[in-house]
């Protein structure tokens, strides 16, 4: 079992930025894909941004040039930088864990609001 914590959610207006934080509690996390992914109300959960063990990375479209995803693997912690925030970027963010063995794990969830 794995346990992901995420902090750093918040209100923040238009344009500005939030960094959100997500440890692990097990020390596979070096050897796990990571990510965020985020659901507004009414809509489908979506995958932000993502990063392997080796460090590869992929964003959602909406978030590109704006969102950076990036690991600790020595504070087995995993980060989103999110700059020039939108509103339409509101939601509840979810960190995930993915083993290389399929296992899927999930944070709570930190909730995200941008005013205009």
């Known amino acids: 079992q794995v346990h992901l914590v995420e902090s750093g959610g918040g209100l923040v207006q238009a344009g500005g930025s939030l960094r959100l934080s997500c440890i692990a509690s097990?020390?596979?996390?070096?050897?796990?894909?990571m990510g965020w992914y985020r659901q507004a109300p009414g809509k489908q959960r979506e995958m932000v941004a993502r990063?392997?063990?080796?460090?590869?990375?992929n964003y959602g479209d909406s978030v590109k040039g704006r969102f950076t995803i990036s690991r600790d693997n020595a504070k087995e912690t995993v980060y989103l930088q999110m700059n020039s925030l939108k509103p339409e970027d509101t939601a509840v963010y979810y960190c995930?864990?993915?083993?290389?063995?399929?296992?899927?794990?999930w944070g709570q969830g930190t909730q995200v609001t941008v005013s205009s």
């Open positions: 097990r020390s596979i996390f070096s050897i796990n894909t």
């Open positions: 995930n864990s993915l083993t290389p063995y399929g296992a899927v794990y």
């Open positions: 990063i392997t063990n080796t460090g590869s990375t």
